[in-house]
């Protein structure tokens, strides 16, 4: 508010303009990349911008330019860790590259509720993200028409794709290679796994590191216990690893599967790491947090969120240079729930 107590109105182009000594037109050649404008002319408009504390208006732009400065994000869930940490990606670059973003959710992987839901994205115009980590995304994201501009969030391929889909992901395959090359190295015989579900096949690229890393050692590959998404999954699959005396070490799919885990050894009264020893996947934000603290890696889903708009950006306006396939590099954080076995094992 100002002194008088009503709340100021938000800068508009022609306080811009004024503000520059230049026309209003001139501002919105400046805003929208214009190549004719004098580099000291287009300084003056960037300092009144910052000063008045200018926002670009998407609309605006839009039907100036001809384009929808818009994405939509189709996904079938907003509230697991790495999908909302990739919207939050999405919507940080958007915002910045003044796009507007819209979110559609697959509630089903039916093949008519899918192409209702693309349908639905392709009307409203712009370019599509595809979130593909499960049956109904990979529906999704071969069904979107050829001739709308989209990206795909995809689980780690098991071979590099052609330069004709943009995909993104994060490496799944090292991630879960390190986490039990990590508990290996502690001395463990050998390390169980609780999956997540895979989008597209049997064997996800997190079960194929955890089984390249125990086949580099010489270990035994225990039978993956199936989990689901949630504490919930991995509370039964930890009951059952828990009556087994032999199990020392368990990888999870993600890291509310291993808060599941965790549980299920304490209710066993089974100690970790004094007895089991943890390790989950993703780095979540509650990890740190627990107790023991987990052990776990992290991936930038926020940042793959980021590449995965960066490459449709480039797409849409037609200008900017960003690899095909952005590949984000995992970090194993180890903490408090790995450690060595117990004596005798």
């Given at each position: 508010?100002?002194?008088?107590?009503?709340?100021?109105?938000p800068?508009s182009?022609?306080?811009v303009?004024?503000?520059?000594?230049?026309s209003?037109?001139t501002v919105?050649?400046?805003?929208n990349?214009?190549?004719s404008?004098?580099?000291?002319?287009?300084?003056?408009v960037?300092?009144?911008?910052?000063e008045?504390g200018?926002?670009?208006?998407?609309?605006?732009?839009?039907?100036a330019s001809?384009?929808?400065?818009?994405v939509t994000?189709?996904?079938?869930?907003?509230t697991?860790y790495?999908?909302a940490s990739?919207?939050q990606?999405i919507e940080?670059a958007?915002r910045?590259a003044?796009y507007?973003?819209?979110?559609?959710?697959?509630?089903?992987?039916?093949?008519?509720?899918?192409a209702?839901?693309?349908?639905?994205a392709a009307d409203?115009?712009?370019?599509?993200?595809?979130?593909a980590?499960d049956?109904?995304g990979?529906?999704?994201l071969?069904?979107?028409?050829a001739?709308?501009?989209v990206?795909?969030?995809v689980?780690?391929p098991?071979?590099?794709?052609?330069?004709d889909l943009?995909w993104?992901?994060?490496d799944?395959?090292?991630?879960?290679y390190q986490?039990t090359?990590?508990?290996?190295s502690l001395?463990?015989?050998?390390?169980?796994?609780?999956a997540?579900?895979?989008s597209?096949?049997?064997?996800?690229?997190r079960?194929?590191?955890w089984?390249?890393?125990?086949?580099?050692?010489?270990?035994?590959e225990p039978?993956p216990v199936?989990?689901s998404?949630?504490?919930a999954?991995?509370?039964?699959a930890?009951?059952?690893?828990?009556g087994?005396?032999s199990?020392?070490?368990?990888l999870?799919g993600?890291?509310?599967?291993a808060?599941?885990v965790?549980?299920?050894l304490h209710?066993?009264?089974?100690?970790v790491?004094?007895?089991?020893?943890v390790?989950?996947?993703d780095?979540?934000?509650?990890?740190?947090f627990?107790?023991?603290s987990l052990?776990?890696v992290r991936l930038?889903f926020t940042?793959l969120?980021?590449?995965?708009?960066?490459?449709?950006h480039?797409?849409?306006?037609?200008?900017?240079?960003?690899a095909?396939?952005?590949?984000?590099?995992?970090e194993?954080?180890v903490?408090?729930?790995?450690?060595?076995?117990?004596?005798g094992?």
């Amino acid at each position: 508010m100002n002194v008088t107590g009503h709340t100021r109105r938000p800068a508009s182009i022609r306080d811009v303009a004024t503000a520059a000594g230049v026309s209003y037109q001139t501002v919105s050649r400046v805003i929208n990349g214009h190549p004719s404008v004098r580099p000291s002319t287009r300084d003056r408009v960037l300092a009144a911008i910052d000063e008045l504390g200018f926002r670009r208006n998407a609309t605006a732009l839009a039907l100036a330019s001809g384009r929808s400065r818009a994405v939509t994000v189709l996904t079938a869930n907003t509230t697991h860790y790495g999908y909302a940490s990739i919207l939050q990606g999405i919507e940080e670059a958007a915002r910045a590259a003044s796009y507007a973003v819209g979110i559609g959710v697959l509630e089903s992987a039916d093949d008519a509720a899918v192409a209702a839901e693309v349908q639905r994205a392709a009307d409203a115009g712009g370019g599509l993200i595809v979130i593909a980590y499960d049956p109904a995304g990979v529906r999704a994201l071969g069904a979107v028409p050829a001739t709308l501009p989209v990206v795909g969030v995809v689980e780690t391929p098991a071979s590099p794709p052609g330069g004709d889909l943009p995909w993104v992901w994060t490496d799944d395959r090292e991630a879960a290679y390190q986490a039990t090359r990590h508990l290996l190295s502690l001395g463990h015989e050998t390390v169980h796994y609780v999956a997540i579900p895979s989008s597209t096949r049997r064997t996800s690229a997190r079960t194929s590191g955890w089984r390249q890393a125990l086949k580099e050692a010489g270990a035994q590959e225990p039978r993956p216990v199936q989990g689901s998404w949630g504490p919930a999954g991995g509370h039964a699959a930890g009951l059952k690893l828990a009556g087994d005396p032999s199990v020392t070490a368990i990888l999870c799919g993600n890291d509310d599967l291993a808060l599941g885990v965790l549980r299920a050894l304490h209710e066993a009264g089974r100690s970790v790491p004094g007895e089991v020893s943890v390790a989950g996947f993703d780095d979540a934000p509650h990890s740190a947090f627990l107790t023991p603290s987990l052990t776990t890696v992290r991936l930038d889903f926020t940042g793959l969120g980021r590449s995965a708009f960066a490459l449709l950006h480039g797409v849409l306006e037609e200008s900017a240079q960003v690899a095909p396939h952005p590949v984000s590099v995992p970090e194993l954080v180890v903490r408090e729930s790995s450690g060595p076995p117990p004596a005798g094992h």
